[in-house]
């Protein structure tokens, strides 16, 4: 298995605190199936900053240590970037990742909402030949309260992916059940880890994959490693989420 989103690099965030705990993490995969892991540490995110180079680096002494522990897991550098104005043009100044030897970029928002300017710069983005990949929509307020904010989204190209642990329910029943929802209306394209730790913040891919439609679970796969190889994906049509609506204060 591929796992597009994680955070496995030591010391460049709050992923894996050291050396070990990074090696312990790659065991923990190796485990469970995962031979792949994209490393995205935070960027921009208001606290911590990781250009393309300091990435680089880091994964190749990962790697290296991989290898000389006989662990089957090679890691790729990508970043989980959260979404600024000036992302273009760090992109074009060599400080950004797309994810593996694709042309797709893990973007974040801001967890409370959806910036104003996202629109134009996913849009930009795409201008640029990048494919922006949204993480865990699942967990943003703003969709959670009105999905068609991501349906807008992804009719316009842009890629979601939800997180492993939404779906094995560590983040609580609502966002469990709106997992489920954004998958079946086509409106995410990935399940990733967003693996932090071995403990609170594990990989729990397979029994998230194992959680779901078969079908489902096969096409998650498949673009992974579609994506993780520079290939393109194939989106199903999106449609929209079903909500209730109020009345007089009822539902």
Do not use: W
């Not at 991501?150 to 329910?169: D, F, H, M, R, W």
């Not at 729990?204 to 393109?232: C, M, S, T």
């Amino acid at each position: 298995m591929v796992d597009l989103h994680s955070h496995i690099l030591s010391g460049l965030d709050d992923g894996a605190a050291d050396i070990v705990e990074s090696i312990e993490m790659a065991k923990q995969a190796e485990k469970e199936g995962i031979r792949m892991i994209v490393a995205t540490p935070h960027h921009k995110n208001g606290q911590y900053e990781n250009e393309k180079a300091a990435v680089e680096a880091a994964v190749l002494t990962l790697n290296k240590h991989l290898y000389e522990s006989g662990i089957d897991v090679t890691i790729y550098a990508g970043q989980e970037v959260r979404m600024y104005g000036e992302l273009l043009e760090d992109y074009e100044n060599n400080k950004l990742l797309p994810v593996g030897q694709s042309t797709c970029m893990l973007i974040e928002f801001p967890s409370n909402g959806i910036p104003a300017f996202a629109e134009q710069v996913l849009f930009d983005m795409q201008l640029h030949g990048i494919t922006p990949i949204i993480v865990h929509p699942e967990r943003n307020i703003a969709i959670s309260e009105n999905p068609d904010k991501l349906y807008k989204l992804i009719k316009n190209g842009a890629l979601s992916q939800i997180t492993a642990a939404s779906i094995n329910g560590q983040f609580g029943k609502k966002i469990k059940h709106l997992s489920m929802q954004l998958i079946e209306a086509n409106l995410t394209h990935f399940i990733a880890s967003d693996a932090h730790n071995t403990t609170t913040r594990a990989f729990g891919l397979r029994q998230a994959y194992d959680a779901i439609d078969p079908d489902y679970a096969e096409y998650f796969k498949e673009n992974a490693e579609i994506v993780l190889n520079g290939g393109y994906i194939a989106k199903e049509q999106p449609h929209h989420v079903a909500h209730k609506k109020k009345f007089l204060g009822l539902f």
